[in-house]
């Protein structure tokens, strides 16, 4: 789960005192059905399934097992791996729907995580601790806690004996947090399309915040993606002993490469998506940065807001592409001049523009042909916004009013990255779906201590189960 997006939009709410708000807090006892639940989602966060380290296959089989226990046949549990990766595999379960023309709906989560070292937690990361209101557990959050719904959201429908309209399928994925490796997403979507061909995906990256004091102010649901991609740039030199240094350095190239990108703006730019978001989130606020946010929607050449917006840095890659340097290494001995320095420049691209625009214009800013500049892969696809679809987005802001009453529901763009890459790349429209709330620090995801807050939980669970069931109606 990517959390970018979420922290820019609690940045443009938490200012707001007009800001509807809904009550955090502690629940009761837990009915039989989040019982149940607890149990499924339980296991699932303490499997340790961290790629490389634990098994995303033995995850995926302890939910096919509850799933067949439901009633599902083997023919509708289908699980899949590689050869070279038999730890990295993952599950496509699939509830036949009764409509001959509906297309199915896919639901899509990663199972694997973030590795998590034991020294290093209050509390073993893959056991599941409450305390204190919160469920605390490395993948409590991302992405476990979908998965378990999703998977949850079947069984319940199966022993309920519901038969909704649309087939439902459901794709739990291994490699989501690990670009190098076995990606079940991009697998299923290049090599077995057939699973998981559906008129539309719910997936994460979509969610709620609170002010970090027990309110929830915003959910969100992510429409469309920026697309991340590496370039290595390499600089070498024919070296020599460092007693009597020419003017030419590899590392003095590459250094002035990576100053011109650094000083470089590319140009801000709208899509439907984040126009609306700027629009109705800048209008939730009462200061500068709200107004400016609307005035931009307005002109985009609006300088004098566009330099009140760029003070907030998750606002400001939201309207254009970025590159960074994240990695670089050079030389080899500390008595001889640089034959070769590396540096990784990451950049995120704005939904429209391609690697290869990007590529072409780092050059240009760097202005070097002695800058070697190669993709650090190029097997991604493109990520596509999908539509700002009423049949899609209206049931989720109808269910939010119920399940969340009073908070704003705003469309946004993810700065970072999911897998909704790869089935939005092979046609199906990806929505990050409104879901949990979490604190402004993020709730350790990614980090050290991650915990959710139990109430949301279970708020989110049946939010999510309502909403699948009204999807798959029509």
């Known amino acids: 789960m990517k959390q970018a ?77 590689v050869p070279e990766h038999p730890q990295d595999g993952g599950l496509v379960a699939i509830l036949p729907g009764t409509s001959a023309t509906l297309k199915p709906m896919l639901l899509l989560a990663h199972i694997d995580v ?51 309209a649309r087939t439902i399928k459901l794709a739990l994925t291994c490699g989501e947090e690990t670009d190098t490796a076995f990606n079940g997403a991009q697998y299923l979507a290049t090599e077995r399309r057939e699973l998981i061909d559906a008129a539309f995906a719910l997936n994460e990256a979509g969610g709620g915040r609170t002010d970090g004091k027990g309110k929830v102010l915003v959910q969100t649901i992510q429409v469309g993606e920026k697309v991340y991609q590496d370039y290595k740039l390499t600089a070498t030199n024919p070296g ?9 350095n590899a590392i003095y190239d590459m250094a002035r490469a990576l100053d011109k990108i ?58 254009r592409t970025t590159c960074v340097a994240t990695m670089i290494d050079g030389g080899h001995a500390l008595n001889a001049l640089p034959q070769r320095v590396e540096a990784n420049v990451n950049c ?25 500049i190669a993709y650090g892969r190029d097997d991604k696809p493109l990520a596509k916004s999908p539509p ?5 987005i209206g049931p989720m802001e109808q269910l939010a009013a119920k399940h969340f009453p009073g908070v704003p529901v705003i469309p946004t763009m993810s700065t970072g990255a999911t897998d909704g890459v790869y089935t939005g790349g092979a046609g199906i429209p990806t929505y990050g779906v409104p879901s949990i709330w979490t604190d402004p620090d993020g709730n350790g995801t990614h980090g050290l201590n991650e915990r959710v807050e139990v109430k949301a939980v279970y708020t989110a669970r049946d939010y999510l189960f309502d909403l699948v069931k009204a999807l798959a109606s029509k």
């Open 114 to 164: 973030v590795a998590a070292k034991r020294a290093d937690w209050e509390r073993d990361p893959f056991k599941l601790v409450k305390e204190n209101g919160y469920y605390y557990a490395r993948g409590i959050i991302d992405d476990k806690f979908q998965s378990a719904v999703w998977a949850d959201t079947l069984i319940r429908m199966k022993e309920a004996g519901t038969r909704p």
């Open 262 to 319: 650094s000083a470089h703006e590319f140009p801000a730019e709208f899509n439907d998506t984040t126009r609306v978001f700027f629009a109705k989130a800048g209008a939730l606020r009462q200061d500068d940065i709200g107004k400016a946010m609307v005035a931009l929607t307005k002109d985009l050449n609006d300088a004098s807001a566009m330099g009140i917006v760029n003070r907030d840095k998750s606002l400001h890659s939201m309207l």
């Open 348 to 372: 995120r691209i704005f939904p429209g523009h391609t690697p290869a625009e990007i590529k072409d214009k780092l050059a240009a800013v760097i202005g070097n042909p002695g800058i070697a």
């Open 5 to 81: 997006v979420l922290t820019a939009v609690a940045v443009s709410l938490l200012a707001s005192p007009a800001a509807a708000q809904v009550a955090t807090g502690t629940m009761g006892p837990l009915r039989p059905d989040q019982q149940k639940f607890f149990e499924l989602y339980k296991e699932l966060v303490e499997t340790n399934t961290v790629v490389g380290e634990g098994s995303c296959t033995q995850a995926a089989a302890q939910i096919a097992t509850r799933l067949k226990a439901a009633g599902f046949t083997d023919d509708q549990l289908i699980s899949f791996s």
């Open 388 to 392: 700002l679809d009423p049949a899609l």
């Open 240 to 248: 020599g002993h460092s007693s009597a240094p020419p003017p030419d």
